[in-house]
């Protein structure tokens, strides 16, 4: 157990419509980072927040829309769902905002659009 | 532009041998590099890492090798055991954006009894 949690696990939509993905880091952790993987591909990093602010944005569609709170749990509020928008995504956590570091992740959330 | 590559989809090896995985980066920047593992419907967790500073770091049974001027990184696993079959992703940070990571596609390893 990472100390990362996903809600919800599983998620069933349909196109057009809008989700939101809950990401809550480790305890202690001030860096949340959002990834994409479809099937059979390499995680696509999508946006990364620290204490708050975002610090990075990797090849987010302007569809989605990430933030992170004042309990650093964060979101990711992805809509007018297509199809290929069907994938895992994963939210992972570390303690600092920059140096090179381990990043500790949540199980994922499956999203499947129909 | 795919900068990290693992040419490998997938990899198996017989239980008690070497296990050789291999990585490619093409941006020179990147400084830091991080083996991940992940088993089926769980979240990679973090395998062993390497500094550019240095050509090779140790962990148990995990050795990994940087060679800079190949651009070239690879994981050891020795010996081999059923319970290290999954997905490994290597990934590459750069100074200039060190909280951003940048994975390959991951190679499926399978450890045979």
């Known amino acids: 157990d990472s100390g990362v949690t996903q809600t919800p696990k599983h998620l069933i939509t349909a196109t057009g419509q809008r989700v939101t993905l809950r990401c809550s880091p480790r305890?202690?952790?001030?860096?949340v980072y959002w990834y994409q993987q479809s099937l059979d591909q390499g995680l696509q990093f999508l946006i990364h927040?620290?204490?708050?602010?975002?610090?990075a944005k990797g090849n987010i569609l302007e569809r989605f829309s990430a933030q992170q709170f004042p309990d650093l749990h964060s979101e990711l509020n992805l809509s007018s769902l297509e199809l290929g928008d069907s994938a895992l995504y994963f939210c992972?956590?570390?303690?600092?905002?920059?140096?090179?570091?381990?990043?500790?992740f949540g199980p994922g959330t499956r999203l499947t659009v129909l | 532009d795919q900068q990290v590559k693992q040419n490998s989809p997938s990899l198996s090896v017989q239980e008690g041998r070497i296990s050789i995985l291999n990585c490619d980066y093409t941006?020179?920047?990147?400084?830091?590099f991080l083996w991940y593992k992940k088993y089926p419907a769980e979240g990679p967790t973090f395998l062993i890492s390497?500094?550019?500073?240095?050509d090779k770091n140790e962990d148990g049974r995990f050795t990994v090798f940087l060679n800079k001027s190949a651009k070239h990184l690879s994981l050891h696993i020795v010996p081999s055991q059923p319970g290290d079959s999954a997905v490994y992703f290597c990934?590459?940070?750069?100074?200039?954006?060190?909280?951003?990571?940048?994975f390959g596609d991951g190679t499926t390893l399978t450890v045979k009894p």
């Open positions: 390497i500094s550019s500073i240095k």
């Open positions: 990934a590459a940070s750069a100074p200039t954006n060190a909280g951003k990571s940048t």
């Open positions: 927040y620290y204490n708050g602010e975002e610090r």
């Open positions: 992972a956590s570390s303690p600092t905002s920059s140096g090179p570091n381990e990043q500790f």
């Open positions: 305890s202690g952790d001030l860096s």
């Open positions: 941006n020179s920047m990147f400084d830091y």
